[in-house]
């Protein structure tokens, strides 16, 4: 809610669970009985913001989709939920060169206990390493990217002693996008907690 002086004040309402399906008709029919029962001024909807899932965002039966066609809803805008963040990124960043390959090294290393026992006792060896070991690559918080590129030296060794093709590890285009996404996805997760603990970004 905003206020005449321009102040915001966010409540959290209720959840409603779904049972049965989980079609965009199902979710819409949920809310809008929600809506009828605690007769919720829907004339003063502003907007709405989803995942991207199709149930949602489906042109002709996703949630959005069916309350812009009942005409007691307003003009009202839609959004994508920032913390969802794979899907907002992936639209407008080409990641699959930079997060295909990082993917690739780290579960030829995580996949094999050999090879992740090996690479550890690189580490070990190295009294500089900040870490021990890289971890699982995760679609929600890509922390995994973030340690690789922080490990990518030991990786990139790893890899050489192993005979493996290292020359894109060495590229120096490619090394800019990993730090570039790194640096991204590193900003992404900070807001990402802070939305979540109902902190103020900036």
Same mark, same amino acid.
């Given at each position: 809610?905003?206020?005449? !002086?321009m102040s915001a004040k966010e409540e959290f ?11 965009g008709e199902d979710i819409y029919e949920v809310?809008?009985?929600? =809506?009828?029962? $605690?007769?919720?001024?829907? $004339?003063?909807? /502003? +907007? ?9 965002? %489906?042109?002709?039966?996703? *949630? /959005?989709?069916? +309350?812009?066609?009942? %005409?007691?809803?307003?003009? *009202?805008?839609?959004?994508? +939920? ?6 907002? +990124?992936?639209? =407008? ?30 580490l070990e060896d190295i009294e500089s390493a ?10 929600? &918080? &890509? ?11 030991? /990786?990139?060794?790893?890899?050489? #002693?192993?005979? !493996? ?8 285009? &490619? ?23 109902? #902190?103020? $970004? $900036?």
């Open positions: 809610m905003v206020f005449n !002086d309402l209720t959840i409603i669970p779904l049972q049965g399906k989980t079609h809310f809008f009985n929600f =809506v009828i029962n $605690y007769k919720l001024p829907i $004339y003063k909807l /502003v +907007c709405i913001t989803t995942d991207g899932a199709p149930a949602m965002t %489906e042109r002709k039966n996703g *949630f /959005v989709a069916l +309350c812009r066609a009942n %005409e007691d809803f307003p003009s *009202f805008f839609s959004f994508h +939920c920032i913390i969802h963040q794979r899907v907002m +990124c992936s639209k =407008v960043l080409n990641t699959k060169k930079i997060i295909g390959i990082a993917t690739k090294i780290l579960n030829s290393i995580r996949a094999c206990s050999l090879q992740r026992r090996l690479f550890k006792l690189q900040e870490h021990t070991d890289l971890v699982h690559h995760t679609d929600v &918080w &890509w922390l995994s990217i973030e340690r690789f590129q922080e490990l990518l030296p030991e /990786v990139t060794a790893f890899l050489d #002693e192993r005979g !493996d093709d290292t020359q894109m590890l060495k590229n120096e285009k &490619w090394l800019t996008d990993l730090a570039f996404w790194t640096d991204i996805t590193i900003h992404l997760n900070t807001i990402n907690l802070k939305l979540q603990l109902g #902190e103020k $970004y $900036y």
